[in-house]
T-cell receptor
Framework: DTAVSQTPKYLVTQMGNDKSIKCEQN?????MYWYKQDSKKFLKIMFS???????INETVPNRFSPKSPDKAHLNLHINSLELGDSAVYFC????????????FGPGTRLTVT | ELKVEQNPLFLSMQEGKNYTIYCNYSTTSDRLYWYRQDPGKSLESLFV???NGAVKQEGRLMASLDTKARLSTLHITAAVHDLSATYFC???????????WGAGTKLIIKP
């Protein structure tokens, strides 16, 4: 059983398009995250939700919009894609009140051409 | 602002050698995490260190935490090629559920 899953695994699209990435976790965790990892492997937190509430909203373009329909799902919608959005996007989850060990999904490699 | 610094950022070493990766941080947190990322793969949790003096070992990897020095080390003993990966440390920022990440250490172990 996959603990944190993401779809799609690869996404190739053209500039200006709108795309979504989906994430689901079956760990029963309350908190979910979106990270962006650039070509230099640097991990940047983008958003975090706790029980469907946005708790971390780092400085990212407002073309990025997260949505959490329930605490097991956190989706990321990106409007008007730009070349600089090309990266690997990771979803993760953790359980607050315990060590904040985060469990990562397999990643979505987004390539904007 | 909490900062987490790893060094070195890149390490190339021969099989059979020992080496240490360092993780310094700027807060008083006593919870530190080590992750491993293989090329093209996701991040996998290696160690969770929850108190001053904590030491954990798995195979050829050993991690320790000194909260007074705000330093964690990841020691590799008699390195083997399979340990080639990027290693990240992260520190708990208790107030807002967030982990603050180091930049990662890319480790290449040559046969």
């Amino acid at each position: 059983d996959t603990a944190v899953s993401q779809t799609p695994k690869y996404l190739v699209t053209q500039m200006g398009n709108d795309k979504s990435i989906k994430c689901e976790q079956n760990l029963g965790h309350d908190t979910m995250y979106w990270y962006k990892q650039d070509s230099k492997k640097f991990l940047k937190i983008m958003f975090s939700y706790n029980n469907k509430e946005l708790i971390i909203n780092e400085t990212v373009p407002n073309r990025f919009s997260p949505k959490s329909p329930d605490k097991a799902h956190l989706n990321l919608h990106i409007n008007s894609l730009e070349l600089g959005d090309s990266a690997v996007y990771f979803c993760a989850s953790s359980q607050p009140g315990q060590p904040y060990e985060q469990y990562f999904g397999p990643g979505t490699r987004l390539t904007v051409t | 602002e909490l900062k987490v610094e790893q060094n070195p950022l890149f390490l190339s070493m021969q099989e059979g050698k020992n080496y240490t990766i360092y993780c310094n941080y700027s807060t008083t947190s006593d919870r530190l995490y080590w992750y491993r990322q293989d090329p093209g793969k996701s991040l996998e949790s290696l160690f969770v260190l929850l108190s001053n003096g904590a030491v954990k070992q798995e195979g050829r990897l050993m991690a320790s935490l000194d909260t007074k020095a705000r330093l964690s080390t990841l020691h590799i003993t008699a390195a083997v090629h399979d340990l080639s990966a990027t290693y990240f440390c992260a520190v708990d920022e208790d107030s807002n559920y967030q982990l603050i990440w180091g930049a990662g250490t890319k480790l290449i172990i040559k046969p």
